[in-house]
């Protein structure tokens, strides 16, 4: 947690969810990052760590874990750590002492994976109890009956070299079980695999494909597999799924998903930023072009928004803002230039390293991007950032004298740990079958099965690479937006139109109900103020009446996706410029639909001051406390535009108010907008900005740590004042980040349609408050977010939820007053200074000498 400098505990932290499961209070990054060491040519510090994994670290825990995660970053971790260690300890200097430790415990973790594969499948269940294994009272586990193909698929370098370092052969044929299960279930007639599938059935529950998340690893693996095994089989699998993405999923320069049964038919518009490993694999499959022009592609996506987003359009837009410093694009630059030798590629390290150190660098580490459009930050650093991205970035300038040993003697698992190659030949105990008549003739000379395919990589041309990339230069600049959703024709009758059209209903008129009725939709009021539109197609009066229900839905799908990007705001940034803090804390913060747009004017820098009343709902009484500054105003008692005037008529140059719910924060709730009172408000000519509680408490703390605090209110965060930074004392430098996952941002909204051919019910989920249909309970806008699906009965269901209002405080405020919701909050509440968490800390110390402990 680099924000507040401590480690992340599972059961000390609120939980994330899933996110979680990789965690299992086993010094995760310390072992994750053990082969990280050798590579920067840090012995002693390796040495050192191996001392630490074998004193402190304990496997036996009661806790719930993913296999997929635990397997590549712990027993990878043990297993690089290992082959490093013994490479070392043949040197003759470092690790004399060493007796296969790191082994031991590598095989000891195996072991209590290996219940995870009691299927009838041979694949394995998604999590395991390290201490209750499976399916046991306490194991609180073994429930699951549906796994991703990539957890299933991406285990077999791992075990296989567990089984080879042991000769315990009980490792490498469960994962080959399990790959050999997936190949059978691939889908025969298109040669692709879903995305999740039954454990114990083998029927695919998602049935879209594609090289990202969920299905990315798994084909890695085979290639991988090949190389270090030296079985055909697994290249022969590999060449056939790779054909088959070629030919539906590869459309240069994008990847996009399809469906494994109609491969010709997108199943999205977006793509995930995992699939950014994909160019590296091809590389070392020795196609070259494709490579180059996708690892471009991506390139100019990353110098739009400094990061590559955690998903993005097909026009290249932001879809998922999130960026948790994944390396999967260094990984592929890496091995672009290995195949290439093209300084090209330098430069994009040289880009990846500049921004790292300028956007993401905070004093205990690098943090997570909450949203790469405003530049905020999450309180992460995941292990796989110094696992992988450390190791890539240094390779890539790294020269052959730098690595202590030849690297070209290793093979890269998935998380970027290092196998030796001569494990082909050690304790081959598994019989190869040849199974060549199984598969598929293909002719591609591509599968020329020399090693290195020199012939393909390197073309004589020193300027081949560059021919490829240069007509994708421009391809995210100049790309033309397309429609959020698009009609498919075939789905409606040729001419016809529904009796009712979306735009035109309106919730409070008794006909257009009773038409919806006809249509088989009902008009559903839940608790929470949503409105929910579900249509049940048997219900309907006729067949022509279900489709203009169904047509209808799907109407009001489009018009709500079209009003949510034509009404909602982007969130705005908040950022904390004086001293110690010099622009490292950002803040995410919601605009306000009245005052100075900050997307169209240069942002606002001054000074905060807080207002009396805190409130700020009356004439107030320090106006000489806020002339020339930025106020801060407490949330409640009235409307949000009067809140404005009032400060903008003490003089103060912006505003920023602040939830009064105490434990607000946008981690957990969607983006706020500050609705106006439904009067003119053009008079209001000051920006504007709205924090939740959390954010809003780390300026009250830095206030009362340092008392002048400036800021500055953008539309997105500035890259720091170096003049400001050179002035900065090492022992304060560090205040700003005591405040842990504060920099939070809300995630970007997307409406798909459902695939009608796996579901049958259609329902909207929107709340009437923010619906822009006619006298629909005066409404403003539609905030549509993700669409999700319920097939359970034989009907059409379309879920739309409203993201982006706040039904009790936000829009209500257009037609009566706030209401104080905590009278008891206190701004003057006694904090933890922000010295004494971080006194301690020094400029000087390297990151490694900082983890003292056994979480990093």
């Given at each position: 947690?680099?924000?507040?400098c401590r480690?992340?505990?599972?059961g000390?932290?609120?939980?994330?969810?899933?996110?979680?499961?990789?965690?299992?209070?086993?010094?995760?990054?310390?072992?994750?990052?053990?082969?990280?060491?050798v590579?920067?040519?840090?012995?002693?510090?390796?040495?050192?760590?191996?001392?630490?994994?074998?004193?402190?670290?304990?496997?036996?825990n009661?806790?719930?874990?993913?296999?997929?995660?635990?397997?590549?970053r712990?027993?990878g971790?043990?297993?690089?750590?290992?082959?490093?260690?013994?490479m070392?300890?043949e040197?003759?200097?470092?690790m004399?002492?060493?007796?296969?430790?790191?082994?031991?415990?590598?095989?000891?973790?195996?072991?209590?994976?290996l219940?995870?594969?009691?299927?009838?499948?041979?694949?394995?269940?998604?999590r395991?109890?390290?201490?209750?294994?499976?399916?046991?009272?306490?194991a609180?586990?073994?429930?699951?009956t549906d796994?991703?193909?990539?957890?299933?698929?991406?285990?077999?370098?791992?075990?296989?070299?567990?089984?080879?370092?042991?000769?315990?052969?009980?490792?490498?044929?469960?994962?080959?079980?399990?790959?050999?299960?997936?190949?059978?279930?691939?889908?025969?007639?298109?040669?692709?695999v879903?995305?999740t599938?039954?454990i114990?059935?083998?029927?695919?529950?998602?049935?879209?494909?594609g090289?990202?998340a969920?299905i990315?690893?798994?084909?890695?693996?085979?290639?991988?597999?090949?190389?270090l095994?030296?079985?055909?089989?697994?290249?022969?699998?590999?060449?056939?799924?790779?054909?088959?993405i070629?030919?539906?999923?590869?459309?240069?320069?994008?990847l996009?998903?399809?469906?494994?049964h109609?491969?010709?038919?997108?199943?999205?518009?977006?793509m995930?930023?995992?699939?950014?490993?994909?160019?590296?694999?091809?590389?070392?499959?020795?196609?070259?072009?494709?490579?180059i022009?996708t690892?471009?592609?991506?390139?100019?996506v990353?110098?739009k928004?400094?990061?590559?987003?955690?998903?993005?359009?097909?026009?290249?837009?932001?879809?998922?803002?999130?960026?948790?410093l994944r390396?999967?694009f260094?990984?592929?630059?890496?091995?672009?230039y290995?195949?290439t030798?093209?300084?090209?590629?330098?430069?994009?390290?040289?880009?990846?390293?500049?921004?790292?150190?300028?956007?993401?660098?905070?004093?205990?580490?690098?943090?997570?991007?909450?949203?790469?459009r405003?530049?905020?930050?999450?309180?992460?650093?995941?292990?796989?950032?110094?696992?992988?991205?450390?190791?890539?970035?240094?390779?890539?300038?790294?020269?052959k004298?730098?690595?202590?040993?030849?690297?070209e003697?290793?093979?890269?698992t998935?998380?970027?740990?290092?196998l030796?190659?001569w494990?082909?030949?050690?304790?081959?105990?598994?019989?190869?079958?040849?199974?060549?008549?199984?598969?598929t003739e293909?002719?591609d000379?591509n599968?020329?099965?020399t090693?290195?395919?020199?012939?393909?990589?390197?073309?004589?041309?020193?300027?081949?690479?560059?021919s490829i990339?240069?007509?994708?230069?421009?391809?995210?600049?100049?790309?033309?937006?397309?429609?959020?959703?698009?009609?498919?024709?075939?789905?409606?009758r040729?001419?016809?139109?529904?009796?009712?059209?979306?735009?035109?209903?309106?919730?409070?008129?008794?006909e257009?109900?009773?038409?919806?009725?006809?249509?088989?939709?009902?008009?559903?009021?839940?608790?929470?103020?949503?409105?929910?539109?579900?249509?049940?197609?048997?219900?309907a009066?006729?067949?022509?009446?279900?489709?203009?229900?169904?047509?209808?839905?799907?109407?009001?799908?489009?018009?709500?996706?079209?009003?949510?990007?034509?009404?909602?705001?982007?969130?705005r940034?908040?950022?904390?410029?004086?001293?110690p803090?010099?622009?490292?804390?950002?803040?995410?913060?919601?605009?306000a639909?009245?005052?100075?747009?900050?997307?169209?004017?240069?942002e606002?820098?001054?000074f905060?001051a807080?207002?009396?009343?805190?409130?700020g709902?009356?004439?107030?009484?320090?106006p000489?406390?806020?002339m020339?500054k930025?106020a801060?105003?407490?949330?409640?008692?009235?409307m949000f535009?009067e809140?404005?005037?009032?400060?903008?008529?003490?003089?103060?140059i912006?505003g920023i108010?602040?939830?009064?719910?105490?434990g607000s924060?946008?981690?957990t709730?969607?983006l706020f907008?500050?609705?106006?009172?439904?009067?003119?408000?053009?008079?209001?000519?000051?920006?504007?900005?709205?924090?939740?509680?959390?954010?809003?408490?780390?300026?009250?703390?830095a206030?009362?740590?340092?008392?002048?605090v400036?800021?500055?209110?953008s539309?997105?965060?500035?890259?720091?004042?170096?003049?400001m930074?050179?002035e900065?004392q090492?022992?304060?430098?560090n205040?700003?980040?005591?405040?842990?996952?504060?920099?939070i941002?809300?995630?970007?909204?997307?409406v798909d349609?459902?695939?009608?051919?796996?579901?049958?019910?259609?329902?909207?989920?929107?709340?009437?408050?923010?619906?822009?249909?006619?006298?629909?309970?005066n409404?403003?806008?539609?905030?549509?977010s993700?669409?999700?699906?319920?097939?359970?009965?034989?009907?059409?269901?379309?879920?739309?939820?409203?993201?982006?209002?706040?039904?009790?405080?936000?829009?209500?405020?257009?037609?009566?007053?706030?209401?104080d919701?905590?009278?008891?909050?206190?701004?003057?509440?006694?904090?933890?200074?922000?010295?004494?968490?971080?006194?301690?800390?020094?400029?000087?110390?390297?990151a490694?000498?900082?983890?003292?402990?056994d979480?990093?």
């Amino acid at each position: 947690m680099p924000l507040t400098c401590r480690g992340r505990v599972r059961g000390q932290e609120p939980s994330r969810g899933d996110v979680d499961d990789a965690l299992g209070k086993f010094s995760l990054t310390l072992i994750d990052s053990l082969d990280t060491l050798v590579v920067l040519n840090k012995t002693k510090e390796f040495e050192d760590a191996v001392r630490k994994v074998l004193r402190d670290v304990n496997l036996d825990n009661d806790v719930v874990v993913s296999v997929f995660e635990t397997n590549i970053r712990v027993l990878g971790g043990l297993l690089g750590g290992h082959s490093l260690a013994i490479m070392l300890k043949e040197k003759g200097e470092y690790m004399q002492w060493y007796n296969d430790e790191l082994l031991q415990m590598a095989k000891q973790l195996g072991y209590k994976l290996l219940p995870a594969f009691n299927t009838t499948s041979g694949l394995p269940y998604p999590r395991i109890n390290l201490k209750f294994g499976i399916r046991k009272p306490e194991a609180r586990t073994g429930t699951e009956t549906d796994t991703c193909t990539a957890c299933a698929g991406t285990l077999i370098l791992e075990f296989a070299a567990l089984s080879r370092f042991t000769g315990a052969t009980i490792f490498e044929e469960y994962a080959r079980k399990a790959l050999d299960f997936l190949w059978e279930k691939r889908q025969r007639s298109s040669n692709l695999v879903g995305v999740t599938i039954n454990i114990h059935t083998g029927d695919w529950v998602r049935k879209d494909s594609g090289v990202g998340a969920g299905i990315d690893s798994y084909y890695e693996y085979l290639l991988k597999a090949y190389v270090l095994l030296g079985d055909d089989s697994f290249l022969e699998r590999f060449n056939t799924h790779y054909d088959a993405i070629m030919r539906y999923i590869s459309q240069p320069p994008l990847l996009l998903d399809v469906h494994i049964h109609k491969p010709m038919l997108n199943a999205r518009t977006w793509m995930d930023a995992l699939l950014a490993f994909f160019p590296g694999l091809q590389v070392l499959k020795g196609d070259i072009r494709p490579a180059i022009e996708t690892h471009e592609m991506l390139y100019q996506v990353i110098k739009k928004h400094n990061f590559l987003p955690e998903a993005f359009t097909t026009d290249f837009r932001v879809h998922w803002a999130q960026h948790p410093l994944r390396p999967e694009f260094a990984e592929s630059t890496y091995f672009l230039y290995k195949a290439t030798g093209d300084p090209y590629y330098l430069e994009v390290g040289k880009t990846l390293i500049e921004n790292l150190n300028k956007y993401a660098r905070v004093p205990c580490g690098f943090a997570a991007m909450k949203d790469v459009r405003t530049g905020s930050h999450e309180d992460r650093m995941d292990s796989f950032f110094l696992a992988e991205m450390f190791k890539y970035l240094y390779l890539l300038f790294a020269d052959k004298e730098d690595i202590i040993f030849d690297i070209e003697d290793y093979i890269f698992t998935t998380e970027a740990h290092l196998l030796p190659l001569w494990l082909s030949t050690t304790n081959q105990s598994i019989s190869k079958k040849n199974t060549t008549s199984e598969y598929t003739e293909l002719d591609d000379s591509n599968f020329d099965w020399t090693c290195p395919n020199t012939q393909i990589l390197f073309p004589n041309d020193p300027l081949y690479a560059q021919s490829i990339r240069e007509p994708l230069k421009n391809v995210v600049d100049k790309s033309c937006p397309r429609g959020i959703i698009r009609v498919r024709e075939e789905s409606f009758r040729s001419g016809a139109k529904p009796p009712l059209r979306a735009r035109d209903f309106m919730a409070t008129n008794p006909e257009h109900l009773e038409i919806l009725k006809k249509m088989g939709v009902s008009l559903i009021h839940l608790k929470d103020g949503r409105v929910q539109l579900v249509q049940h197609a048997i219900q309907a009066a006729s067949s022509i009446d279900a489709e203009d229900g169904l047509r209808f839905m799907q109407e009001m799908i489009e018009l709500s996706s079209q009003q949510q990007k034509e009404q909602q705001l982007p969130p705005r940034a908040v950022q904390i410029v004086s001293h110690p803090f010099f622009g490292r804390v950002v803040l995410t913060a919601g605009p306000a639909q009245f005052g100075l747009d900050l997307s169209k004017h240069k942002e606002t820098r001054g000074f905060v001051a807080s207002s009396k009343p805190s409130n700020g709902c009356s004439e107030l009484t320090n106006p000489e406390a806020v002339m020339g500054k930025i106020a801060l105003i407490q949330r409640g008692q009235c409307m949000f535009a009067e809140k404005a005037r009032n400060i903008q008529n003490a003089g103060a140059i912006g505003g920023i108010v602040i939830d009064d719910n105490e434990g607000s924060s946008s981690d957990t709730a969607p983006l706020f907008q500050m609705a106006g009172d439904g009067k003119d408000t053009d008079d209001i000519k000051i920006p504007m900005l709205f924090l939740f509680s959390k954010e809003g408490s780390i300026i009250l703390d830095a206030i009362r740590e340092y008392e002048e605090v400036e800021v500055l209110l953008s539309d997105k965060a500035k890259d720091r004042d170096p003049e400001m930074e050179n002035e900065e004392q090492p022992s304060s430098e560090n205040d700003s980040q005591n405040q842990s996952g504060e920099q939070i941002s809300s995630s970007s909204q997307e409406v798909d349609l459902v695939d009608q051919e796996s579901s049958e019910e259609n329902s909207l989920n929107s709340h009437p408050e923010s619906l822009s249909l006619a006298d629909m309970d005066n409404a403003a806008s539609i905030s549509p977010s993700e669409q999700t699906s319920n097939p359970t009965e034989n009907h059409e269901t379309t879920n739309l939820n409203g993201e982006c209002t706040d039904l009790d405080n936000q829009l209500q405020e257009q037609s009566e007053t706030e209401e104080d919701s905590n009278p008891n909050v206190s701004w003057g509440k006694k904090v933890q200074p922000i010295d004494s968490i971080l006194a301690d800390w020094n400029e000087d110390i390297e990151a490694f000498e900082m983890m003292e402990k056994d979480e990093l």
